[in-house]
């Protein structure tokens, strides 16, 4: 079949937009060869002794490749940006989650570890 | 085609009649125009992946728990996981994303051979990707690198003195194994160790008292390179590494609760791997109908839905990757 772009259609809701955006081979090309080198980037990064930073770097490396992906081959760039607004409340979420979670379960530790150490004998 | 659009035309999923006019906008009747009902689509899956992320979520926290809680663990456990097909994988899944991304763009511009081939080549790199899975597992399985109570390592028990023979005779086996083709060794960035002078530490005499933290840890000694990325956990509270040993475990180096880390490890890739496998049953079912001439630059929802959620699916391993295979310690 010979290429049609997507047309706008007629009036009503969604005038005068694309039936979705046609995202430029050479961007898909182009979001396929950074993901493959900053999977090469995060697997050196390992390598190097950052000491607690190394967890910060491993993560931001993956967020930037699930922007690069969320961004162009989920397209969410050109999409409408409720799109984007339910995907973001949805990490904010997550993260409220893992926060707090995180700070309770900080806040027992040294009671466990008092427990470990009176229960746990050594040497065993 | 215009006109057709505008007409209150028969539901998508319920008229495979329509390829006479292949890629023909079809429009329900609560949606005014074509743009309406596709962005309407497109919202809804957008929840579904909300709630997705949400589920996935939850794993991810019970990783930041766990790996909060037992730092030891992870640094310990990781390296039973082989990071060249960890990274392999990523390769693998981040391609079929390309695939199915370029696939979407095929719909959308009415070519249709590009259409069949690049889902096509999405659902062959999904299956090579459950196939470098089916490896790993199959070698956690073997070495009983598993969750739980069924966490019984099997070079963990012959370390003791009595049973040194059987222990050599394990380690002994070890490297045929390691040599097959597609076995999973632990993945050791400085000078390489076999898994069985990891596992059990009781490996070739060369090797020379493999990875006895209880001895390195000494004071004044020296550990070598390897044992010092063990050894990290000994900077937590004091003893804390070595009070914690599995008793039973006859290995001088692991920590407690090493079951944890598999757990954790099998739950969060066994859920990615189940929405692998729906991801592979969607698209199977887009290529037969991109086969019979359903998809155009009119309506390609479908193919589209599909994308967005299987690139979500490559999103989450993004994270897993590094946080499971990757561990600094």
């Not at chain 2, 991109?290 to 967005?308: E, K, M, N, Q, T």
Request: proline letters at 7%; hydrophobic letters at 50%.
């Amino acid at each position: 079949m010979r290429e049609v772009p997507a047309q706008p259609v007629e009036a009503g809701p969604g005038q005068g937009r694309a039936l979705g955006h046609v995202v430029p081979l050479r961007v898909l090309l182009g979001v396929w060869a950074a993901l493959v080198a900053l999977t090469v980037v995060t697997i050196a990064a390992t390598r190097v002794d950052l000491g607690g930073l190394n967890l910060w770097v491993a993560l931001g490396i993956a967020t930037v490749k699930a922007a690069m992906v969320a961004l162009y081959f989920m397209h969410l760039r050109y999409d409408h940006p409720l799109n984007a607004i339910v995907f973001i409340a949805a990490l904010l979420f997550v993260a409220v989650f893992v926060g707090i979670v995180m700070l309770d379960a900080e806040a027992y530790q040294p009671t466990i570890r008092e427990y470990q150490h009176q229960t746990v004998t050594p040497g065993r | 085609m215009k006109g057709e659009a505008m007409l209150p035309a028969v539901r998508s999923a319920a008229a495979p009649a329509d390829t006479a006019h292949p890629g023909a906008p079809r429009v329900a009747h609560h949606f005014a125009t074509p743009v309406q009902q596709f962005e309407s689509a497109q919202l809804g899956m957008w929840l579904f992946l909300a709630t997705e992320v949400l589920l996935f979520g939850g794993l991810f926290c019970a990783y930041a728990v766990y790996r909060a809680a037992h730092p030891e663990v992870f640094i310990y456990a990781h390296r039973f996981l082989d990071a060249r097909l960890g990274a392999l994988n990523t390769v693998v899944l981040v391609s079929s994303s390309l695939t199915m991304a370029w696939a979407v763009r095929c719909a959308q511009t009415g070519r249709q051979r590009g259409l069949v081939g690049l889902l096509a080549a999405t659902l062959l790199f999904a299956a090579a990707f459950l196939a470098v899975k089916y490896v790993e597992y199959e070698s956690k399985w073997r070495h009983g690198l598993l969750w739980g109570r069924y966490y019984h390592p099997a070079h963990g028990h012959p370390a003791g003195d009595a049973s040194g023979q059987a222990g050599t005779g394990q380690a002994g086996q070890e490297p045929a194994n390691a040599s097959a083709p597609g076995d999973e060794r632990p993945m050791a960035a400085g000078p390489n160790q076999s898994p069985a002078t990891i596992a059990a530490g009781a490996g070739p005499p060369s090797r020379g008292g493999p990875v006895t933290l209880g001895g390195a840890a000494g004071p004044g000694a020296t550990p070598p390179a390897e044992a010092t990325r063990i050894a990290a956990s000994a900077a937590g509270p004091r003893g804390l590494a070595w009070h914690l040993r599995r008793p039973d475990s006859g290995r001088h180096d692991e920590p407690r609760n090493v079951q944890i880390f598999f757990a954790v490890y099998f739950l969060m890739t066994g859920l990615h791997g189940l929405h692998v496998m729906a991801g592979m049953a969607v698209i199977a079912w887009l290529l037969v109908r991109s086969i019979r001439g359903h998809f155009g630059p009119g309506y390609f929802a479908p193919v589209d839905l599909a994308g967005l959620y299987w690139h979500v699916v490559d999103v989450i391993w993004i994270f897993l990757f590094p946080l499971l295979y990757l561990i600094h310690g």
